[in-house]
């Protein structure tokens, strides 16, 4: 059966009660993995993008207490977060502040091991510029989260043994696209473009390498900041020293 012949209230009836906490693992494991599967085509992950019901269920099952749960269910939100307007249900949903700060926190636990799989679903999501000024905003607010966590684990080598983190640059580079977060990262008593900056040459990752990149030269559109840039590069060796 093809994606339009999916009917999709009849789909949301039968699936609903299964993406949850609550279903037994042998129910919730293939239709998590059944949604995944949807997600390999561009008219698969539209059709579970109609559907509030899914996503807040597929999202549910990322606090799941199995990772043969957990893993496929990240893996079909980075697939859906290709779709623009998928991000925008996502951030626009009632829960979405807990969603970001819930995620972001992950990212911060150097214990949780599927860190580089929300990495990647925060590095998809945050690309269009109005997700990610609603993120920058969240963040903003947020008592646990700030611009210096994420640079700090981001240049903290083998923070988790368990992930690289790689996709956090290009996370700090869609985030740059907002005013806040570039006074954050520009923010002359932080220190944080100044430790950002030596990875522009960092050949371990074209991920890591390409997003600090893009969020320098974001921070570059920035009025009266030519001398600051200046200057840190100066700082650079003493950081490091």
Not at 41 to 65: A, P, V
Not at 115 to 130: G, H, I, M, Q, Y
Request: glycine residues 2%; contains cysteine.
């Amino acid at each position: 059966m093809s994606v339009k012949d999916l009917n999709l209230e009849h789909l949301e009836n039968e699936f609903a009660p299964i993406l949850t906490l609550s279903a037994p693992t042998h129910v919730k494991k293939p239709a998590i993995e059944y949604f995944l599967g949807l997600t390999g085509s561009e008219e698969g992950k539209l059709f579970i993008g109609k559907s509030d019901k899914f996503i807040k269920g597929i999202l549910d099952l990322t606090e799941d207490s199995d990772d043969a749960v957990v893993k496929p269910a990240y893996e079909t939100l980075i697939n859906l977060a290709t779709q623009d307007p998928i991000c925008k249900r996502i951030i626009n949903s009632e829960n979405s502040s807990d969603i970001i700060v819930k995620n972001f926190a992950k990212v911060l636990d150097p214990k949780y091991k599927h860190a580089d799989l929300v990495c990647k679903f925060l590095s998809n999501l945050t690309r269009p510029e109005e997700v990610a000024q609603k993120v920058a905003d969240i963040i903003k607010i947020a008592d646990k989260l700030n611009i210096v966590k994420f640079v700090t684990v981001l240049c903290t080598k083998d923070y988790n043994k368990d992930a690289d983190l790689h996709y956090l640059a290009p996370i700090l580079a869609n985030l740059s696209q907002t005013r806040h977060i570039r006074e954050e990262i520009l923010a002359r008593d932080q220190w944080v473009i100044q430790r950002l900056l030596p990875f522009v040459s960092y050949m371990e990752s074209d991920i890591r390498r390409l997003g600090v990149v893009s969020c320098v030269k974001n921070c570059c559109f920035d009025d009266g900041k030519n001398s600051f840039f200046i200057q840190a590069l100066k700082d650079i060796h003493v950081v490091h020293t």
